[in-house]
């Protein structure tokens, strides 16, 4: 079973700006509250990493694979987190009109060992998605 935590929120820029937000890694500083120290490269199996900080859980290191991207609508990065444990990290852009858009970013977990996960932070997890959220429509929205 696939379990899905996203925070969806509406930007007032166009999708152009806010996927060089998400494609300028070394730039995740200064927007996101959660991913830090970002290096890598996007490219179909490229590897990303970064730091996570999550109020409420232990600080991580974290080594993702690019599993798909799209540029101007989506990053999906990978993570095997353990036997029966599986997460995508994803950022998602869905331009409705030109400079009117919908940005999502969340987590699906998978594996049995992803359900208890889900099932224990979950509302860490959705805090931690509306607050990357709200970071990246001031940032983009400032231009």
Same mark, same amino acid.
């Given at each position: 079973? @696939?379990?899905?935590?996203?925070?969806? +929120?509406?930007? /007032?820029?166009?999708?152009?700006? +806010?996927?060089?937000? +998400?494609?300028?890694?070394?730039?995740?500083?200064?927007? @996101?509250?959660?991913?830090?120290?970002?290096?890598?490269?996007?490219?179909?199996?490229? /590897?990303?990493?970064?730091?996570?900080?999550?109020?409420?859980?232990?600080? #991580?290191?974290?080594? !993702?694979?690019?599993?798909?991207?799209?540029?101007?609508?989506?990053?999906?990065?990978?993570?095997?987190?353990?036997? /029966?444990?599986?997460?995508? #990290?994803? !950022?998602?852009?869905?331009?409705?009109?030109?400079?009117?858009?919908?940005?999502?970013?969340?987590? +699906?977990?998978?594996?049995?060992?992803?359900?208890?996960?889900?099932?224990?932070?979950?509302?860490?997890?959705? @805090?931690?998605?509306?607050?990357?959220?709200?970071?990246?429509?001031?940032?983009?929205?400032?231009?």
């Amino acid at each position: 079973m @696939n379990l899905r935590i996203q925070s969806r +929120i509406g930007v /007032q820029a166009p999708s152009a700006r +806010i996927w060089s937000l +998400i494609e300028d890694l070394s730039g995740w500083d200064r927007w @996101n509250p959660i991913e830090t120290g970002v290096s890598g490269t996007i490219a179909f199996g490229g /590897q990303i990493a970064l730091t996570e900080r999550v109020e409420g859980l232990p600080e #991580r290191q974290i080594q !993702y694979r690019v599993a798909e991207w799209q540029p101007l609508t989506q990053l999906v990065l990978a993570e095997k987190r353990g036997w /029966q444990f599986n997460a995508l #990290r994803f !950022y998602e852009i869905d331009e409705l009109e030109p400079g009117n858009c919908i940005v999502a970013n969340g987590l +699906i977990l998978s594996g049995f060992r992803g359900e208890g996960f889900h099932d224990k932070n979950r509302r860490v997890i959705r @805090n931690a998605c509306d607050r990357v959220s709200e970071a990246i429509k001031r940032v983009a929205e400032a231009g």
